[in-house]
């Protein structure tokens, strides 16, 4: 296979001599790396690692494989080993093109890589491709890492794919992960947007959630405790959604159908926040005068000038910077141990929010005095 290197070989001059404890060479054809893997019983990308001396076989695979290339005289191909030895400095990327921060995430590691002389090869989520076919994508092109922009896999998967090569996640903690990570504080960027509303004079201020997964959990975490420490438990909401902006306009409807409405509400995203902005307006609710919006990402869209949403940042440039010098980082120096770069959250302030229009009612419906 190429790229790789033969096993300690005999003593000079002995090579090829029956008896001197290596076998004659086989001139009939090459020994190939398969021919090991099926002498010693285990699969040719175990073959592969051992000869390499990469980490993840055990002792016992080590010797079955070595005794294997020992007994079929198995030498590695040195013209493929110069080939596979050229870099590609490709730098795989994967992506879901509906989500906005992720595209700009995209242009804004372009930069961050072209200043180190790496190109991006880019593999988007598409409804019949899925992550690990995504991520299979890349390596077939010889990529020499992948940053994976918010991957759902679990952490053993992932742990896996980076025991092949560096891996980089972008916007997803990882806890017990063998990869690299760069992420915002979440959960610290929901409260800084409860903090913001509080302040406004909000008390009954509803999240809409974003479904299953580390990214929801952590934002709907920072909800909770964020209203509980500002003394707002009795208010506490939070609407089933995901990030997308049906789910905003499914909220509109959950929390402005009928009972008592909020005078404020968090989305778990932009595209979300977008969705209930549109539903609002659909339904003659003007944003901020009778509800304010606040929404997660500061994507393209919330900067628009007819959405005009406050929102928290997840400052995509610095992400961007981080995730290729860390990449970088392994490629160059190989660096051996696992990095978690996490970045503070930023609340940027635009027109969706504003006072509640009138003093807020307890939920049993006694007035607040403001």
């Not at 991006?120 to 299979?136: F, W």
């Not at 903690?173 to 960027?189: F, S």
């Not at 007819?306 to 990449?327: F, G, K």
Request: proline share 7%; hydrophobic share 45%.
């Amino acid at each position: 296979m190429a790229g790789q290197d033969s096993v300690p070989g005999p003593p000079a001059g002995t090579a090829g001599t029956p008896g001197a404890g290596w076998p004659a060479a086989r001139a009939e054809r090459r020994v190939r790396l398969k021919d090991v893997a099926a002498r010693a019983g285990v699969s040719p990308g175990l073959v592969s690692l051992v000869l390499r001396n990469q980490p993840g076989p055990g002792a016992q695979a080590r010797v079955r494989v070595f005794q294997a290339a020992q007994d079929l005289g198995y030498r590695a191909d040195r013209s493929a080993s110069r080939l596979a030895r050229r870099r590609s400095h490709h730098l795989g990327v994967m992506l879901d093109v509906r989500n906005a921060i992720h595209a700009e995430l995209v242009a804004d590691l372009d930069v961050a890589a072209t200043e180190l002389g790496y190109d991006l090869v880019l593999s988007t989520l598409t409804p019949t491709r899925d992550e690990r076919r995504a991520a299979a994508i890349l390596v077939d092109f010889r990529c020499e890492a992948l940053i994976l922009l918010g991957p759902q896999e679990t952490a053993v998967r992932l742990s896996a794919l980076g025991a092949q090569l560096p891996v980089v996640v972008v916007g997803r903690r990882m806890p017990g992960a063998a990869v690299d990570v760069v992420r915002t504080a979440d959960d610290q960027g929901v409260a800084l947007a409860v903090g913001h509303l509080a302040t406004l004079g909000h008390h009954d201020i509803a999240f809409v959630d974003g479904g299953r997964g580390t990214v929801a959990s952590d934002r709907r975490r920072g909800y909770r405790q964020a209203m509980r420490q500002l003394g707002r438990a009795e208010w506490l909401r939070v609407i089933p959604g995901s990030p997308a902006e049906e789910a905003g306009a499914r909220a509109a409807a959950t929390l402005f159908g009928a009972g008592r409405p909020p005078t404020a509400v968090i989305a778990s995203s932009d595209r979300c926040a977008v969705g209930l902005l549109d539903a609002l307006a659909r339904r003659g609710r003007p944003v901020p005068g009778s509800v304010s919006v606040v929404g997660y990402d500061d994507s393209m869209l919330a900067r628009l000038a007819h959405v005009d949403l406050t929102t928290v940042s997840q400052d995509a440039r610095e992400q961007a910077r981080q995730a290729i010098a860390l990449t970088v980082d392994r490629l160059e120096n190989g660096r051996p141990t696992p990095r978690e770069v996490v970045l503070a959250a930023r609340l940027v302030v635009r027109g969706s929010s504003g006072p509640p229009a009138a003093a807020p009612a307890r939920p049993g419906g006694q007035p607040i005095s403001m």
